[in-house]
């Protein structure tokens, strides 16, 4: 079985599922997200953990001319990515399914593509494939949040999606002079293929910026301040199962992004912009913790404890040391797996109180609802970190990583792990506890509520007790790729000619990232 | 004596098989002229069809000279791939145009012989222009493209729109051919060569009337480059020389503003790129920077022109403005890459063009707001297959992944970063930004917006007298063939050959933007015939 099978499953089964009658697209969706986890599961399954380089290659000519190859493979960068996406893909069709929607073919349709399109962006070993999809992802969110949206939809779907493409406009160029330059500067053919593209280093001056156009669009995407323009509309306009994923996964890709293209392809500039990168990930942790500490809306709370989380990701990842990026990893597993059920829990809270996404509405749900409240503590506790959770493994090791590199942001960081406590209870606390509120009538957790969040919040669990079930898998190819960047940088400082080409003495590890035929490819 | 002095002068020898293409489309023309004289059943059942089989029979003939090159009538006229390429889009352009406009009101008034007579010598003038290797040719085919369009634009006659635009096409036209000629005509007096073999060489320096070193510099080159390109501008409607696009296209009926704005623009720019890229491809340091800088500020023109548009033939000029800047910008970097992707481009562009004109089309039939961006409200349920098309055209012009924008923009910034314009790459994107603006409004109107009710549905004898949606007044006589198509059309979605246009044109954007290698292996012809075998 090859990885384009799990890719593009969802997207035939949903174009097939088109042709039925619209009443059965719900549970259509279900099952076709259903068979993209199984599929996802089995290629976890057959991965082998200690290997750095590339497992299940696919590897064919895309166009020619322009020497775009359609290449995936799994490595220890995206494998636990690729099982979260379906993970939180059928919790989001499961908790669809229970709903009535307009055009509910359409519907489907859309976030069957959303999935093609994120796991192909997770996939995707060419750089100009990568594009493609990083942008493709987009097209199903504009048209969820400005047909199932909420108030304001098609002003907030079109702030969104201008703002994100004119991130990815910008790392269109920065990708396309990747492969030009690269091959101009070699004098070879040109070549996107990732691991072609390791080979050829580019000259310090191209890589800064390159590397800033690629930049841009990962902080769009994610969005780190100050970035986050489209944020606040974008997530009250989105329906509650297109925010869930795209706040779960899509921001992970761009996080991803940083780990897949930036950080191995432009290596002087990841070490250039490195304290640039940790100050606005420590911006975004503060902003975001203070936001989420104060605004009165439930869905922001989530919405600005998102920017502080994937703060914390982006700092894991520059702090440019292996436990930085391997707690950076987990976290973004960890993060995916807490926000979403959190949308969710949103909404049910929603539903018991009139409609209204205020805090100030809510109150004393708990009291009549018991098992949502204990889903819903579970997922806080995950949240702020608690010890124990897999959450506070992932932060201990980001900063961890951090206090190795740079040791005042680390200290500033801490703040946040206390801030995160004092939003996330204060999100329970003020909506489940409290003084009853005044339009609130609680009833206990109905079965489409139950259901997608009782399943993620047994893998929160899962991974709380096994936190080593993601980290082993990813633990040997961020080794490498953590080397090879450090190594690239130790080299620069020790040749103090910041203008030179590139030394190749990073070439051995980077050729292990890189490597497709590392001999430990199962077909 | 003087018959001894005719036989000395013997004329060219002519390979009839090589000048094959301008033959089947003179003929056809001729031939449908001819037949559009017969009685109104016939003419309105067989024209069409002899049109569509002219240009099937050009398509196939030039289908077959891909691989074999020529040069015919002593150097005038080179029949090779960039020539080939661009008269297969030009015919698609034209069969698309013939296809949507069967139920139109343009054919009906203009008589259907003449106005498919006239699309005919429009492609043929157009074959000319790119197949063109001296000025005088350029010249030839450069108003044979140009006057019959004037005719065409003005098609609709009893309607003011349509006299209006065409009146403007043709005052701004002739402008624009006046400059061109003068510029020609310097550019003559400076070498002393209409080949452009001898223009270029002369200006390298090698032929005989050459001074030594060139003519690099030379006042009176330089005069006749700016006053050519000013020419060139016009027609392809490159900034600033661009302002009758938007009032032309509005005006000029659908079908016609389908192929003025594919086939013109694809016949400008070829000639833009053998013209720049090979006759004075060496004075380029003089003219490239020029170009540059009038390809960025057509970019940005258009992009921010069509921002304000609420009317969508407005709109896509001014995207079209936008358009032609990007395409410029593969002639400026005047390399095999540079030709390869304009030419992809130009044939990308066909395609969404022909896909959102379509649906134009089709809804100006059923409603009397048809080409308002407001009447695309709610299409998405009223009519999924316009619905689907129209989105996919303003997704594959705003450059998404999937459809053929993505892979043109990709090509074209490729070329603009080897060769050396990176600013101007990072310009492109700009502009491809500013263009998400307005290519979402009709993609949210269609899906996003609850059905508006069309101005003057209640009132009927509005919608007779042919009051436009801009709020033209009739013309005193009233239109009666105006009357037929509103009432005709009137009732619920029908999948008819402009729906068929529009969905075939859409699957295309969609199907050469995930495997776009056929139309690569294509463009490559033209860029081989510019600069060789590399």
């Not at chain 1, 323009?229 to 761009?254: E, N, Q, R």
């Not at chain 2, 022109?305 to 936008?322: F, H, N």
Request: glycine letters at 10%; a neutral charge; aromatic letters at 10%.
């Amino acid at each position: 079985m090859t990885l384009s099978i799990l890719i593009w499953v969802p997207l035939a089964l949903a174009l097939a599922s088109a042709l039925l009658p619209g009443r059965l697209a719900g549970r259509a969706a279900v099952v076709w997200s259903a068979v993209a986890l199984a599929i996802a599961i089995s290629f976890l399954a057959r991965f082998s953990s200690g290997v750095a380089g590339l497992q299940f290659v696919t590897d064919d000519v895309w166009i020619a001319s322009l020497g775009i190859h359609y290449k995936l493979g799994l490595d220890g960068l995206n494998v636990a990515l690729v099982v979260l996406t379906t993970v939180i893909f059928l919790a989001a069709t499961v908790w669809s399914a229970f709903r009535q929607w307009e055009r509910p073919r359409t519907f489907y349709l859309h976030l069957g593509l959303a999935e093609s399109a994120v796991l192909g962006a997770f996939c995707a070993q060419d750089l100009a494939l990568f594009v493609a999809f990083f942008d493709l992802m987009l097209i199903p969110f504009y048209f969820l949040t400005g047909m199932w949206g909420g108030e304001q939809r098609v002003r907030a779907t079109t702030k969104l999606v201008i703002y994100t493409l004119v991130g990815s406009l910008f790392m269109l160029v920065g990708a396309v002079a990747t492969g030009v330059l690269a091959s101009g500067q070699h004098h070879t053919h040109l070549t996107f293929v990732l691991s072609a593209l390791h080979a050829l280093p580019l000259s310090h001056s191209s890589q800064v910026w390159i590397f800033l156009c690629f930049a841009v669009a990962f902080l769009v995407k994610m969005p780190l301040v100050p970035f986050h323009g489209w944020l606040p509309d974008g997530y009250k306009a989105m329906p509650i199962p297109a925010i869930a994923v795209f706040s779960a996964i899509l921001s992970k890709v761009a996080a991803y992004g940083f780990l897949r293209v930036v950080l191995p392809l432009f290596p002087y500039a990841t070490v250039h912009f490195q304290t640039l990168m940790l100050i606005i990930a420590l911006v975004s942790i503060l902003w975001g913790t203070v936001v989420a500490m104060t605004t009165p809306d439930a869905r922001m709370v989530v919405a600005y404890s998102s920017v502080a989380q994937l703060g914390f990701i982006v700092l894991g990842i520059f702090s440019l040391r292996t436990q930085g990026a391997q707690g950076a990893l987990l976290q973004m597993v960890n993060h995916a797996l807490v926000t979403a059920p959190l949308f969710f829990i949103i909404a049910a809270l929603a539903a018991r109180a009139g409609g209204s996404e205020k805090l100030a509405d809510m109150g004393g749900i708990a009291f009549r609802a018991p098992v949502l409240a204990t889903l819903f503590l579970i997922v806080t506790l995950a949240t702020l970190a608690m010890p124990g959770s897999s959450n506070f493994i992932g932060e201990f090791m980001i900063l961890l990583g951090v206090f190795n590199s740079k040791l005042a942001i680390a200290m500033v960081a801490s703040v946040g792990v206390v801030g995160a406590a004092a939003y996330a209870l204060r999100l329970y606390i003020r909506s489940m506890h409290n003084r009853v509120g005044p339009s609130v009538s609680s009833f206990e957790i109905r079965p489409g509520e139950l259901l997608p969040l009782a399943g993620v919040a047994v893998v929160i669990l899962v991974l709380a007790f096994y936190p080593q079930f993601g980290l082993q898998r990813s633990d040997a190819t961020v080794t490498a790729e953590i080397g090879a960047v450090r190594l690239h940088s130790q080299s620069v400082y020790a040749q103090r000619g910041p203008t030179s080409n590139p030394p190749l003495t990073a070439s051995a590890p980077q050729a292990a990232i890189g490597g497709t035929n590392s001999g430990s490819n199962t077909p | 004596m003087r018959i001894a002095a005719l036989a000395a002068l013997h004329g060219p020898y002519i390979d009839y098989a090589s000048l094959m293409p301008f033959m089947i489309l003179a003929g056809g023309a001729l031939l449908v002229l001819l037949v559009g004289l017969l009685g109104s059943l016939i003419r309105e059942r067989v024209v069409p069809v002899l049109t569509l089989a002219t240009l099937a029979a050009a398509i196939v003939d030039e289908a077959t000279r891909l691989n074999h090159p020529a040069s015919i009538l002593s150097g005038a006229l080179a029949v090779d791939g960039l020539a080939l390429v661009l008269d297969l889009v030009f015919a698609a352009a034209a069969i698309a145009a013939v296809l949507i406009s069967l139920r139109e009101v343009a054919p009906r008034a203009a008589g259907h012989g003449e106005y498919h007579s006239l699309l005919l010598f429009s492609v043929l003038g157009m074959a000319i222009l790119v197949s063109a290797q001296s000025t005088v040719t350029l010249f030839v085919g450069f108003e044979l493209l140009s006057i019959p369009l004037y005719v065409l634009c003005a098609a609709e006659f009893r309607r003011e729109g349509s006299l209006e635009s065409g009146l403007k096409y043709l005052v701004i036209g002739s402008v624009g051919s006046a400059t061109l000629v003068y510029g020609l005509a310097m550019i003559y007096g400076a070498t002393g060569y209409t080949q452009f073999q001898g223009i270029a060489a002369t200006i390298l320096g090698h032929g005989h009337h050459a001074m030594a070193g060139g003519l690099l510099g030379d006042p009176l080159l330089l005069t006749g480059l700016g006053l050519a390109l000013v020419g060139f501008a016009f027609k392809a409607s490159v900034a600033p020389f661009h302002q009758w696009t938007p009032d032309v296209y509005e005006g000029a009926p659908t079908p016609v503003t389908a192929f003025m704005a594919t086939a013109t623009k694809a016949a400008a720019l070829g000639v833009m790129l053998r013209f720049f890229d090979v006759a004075v491809a060496g004075a380029s340091a003089t003219w490239a920077p020029a170009l540059a800088t009038i390809a960025a500020i057509t970019i940005v023109v258009g992009n921010v022109g069509a921002l304000q548009q609420t009317e969508i033939k407005r709109m896509l000029g001014y995207s079209g403005v936008a358009q032609a800047g990007y395409m410029l910008a593969g002639v400026v970097v005047a390399t095999r890459l540079g030709v390869n992707a304009t030419v992809l481009y130009l044939a990308f562009y066909l395609m969404m063009n022909i896909a959102a004109f379509s649906v134009i089309v089709a809804l100006q039939q059923a409603r009397a707001d048809g080409d308002e961006i407001s009447g695309l409200s709610g299409l998405g349920r009223r009519d999924p297959w316009l619905a689907w098309s129209m989105t996919i055209a303003m997704l594959a012009l705003a450059g998404i992944p999937g459809t053929v924008g993505f892979i043109g923009k990709f090509q074209l910034i490729r070329a603009l970063v080897d060769g050396g314009y990176t600013w101007l790459a990072i310009v492109l994107v700009i502009g491809s930004m500013i263009s998400l603006g307005y290519y979402l409004r009709v993609a949210a109107a269609i899906w996003m917006r609850s059905e508006v009710p069309a101005p003057g549905a209640g009132l009927a004898s509005a919608a007779v007298a042919g009051v436009g949606p801009g709020g033209l007044a009739p013309i005193a006589g009233g239109s009666p063939e105006a009357d037929a198509a509103l009432d005709g059309a009137r009732s619920g979605p029908r999948f008819t050959e402009v729906t068929l246009v529009a969905a075939a044109f859409a699957a295309a954007c969609v199907g050469f933007g995930v495997f776009p290698t056929p139309l690569f292996n294509l463009a490559a012809h033209a860029g081989r015939a510019l600069f060789g075998l590399l």
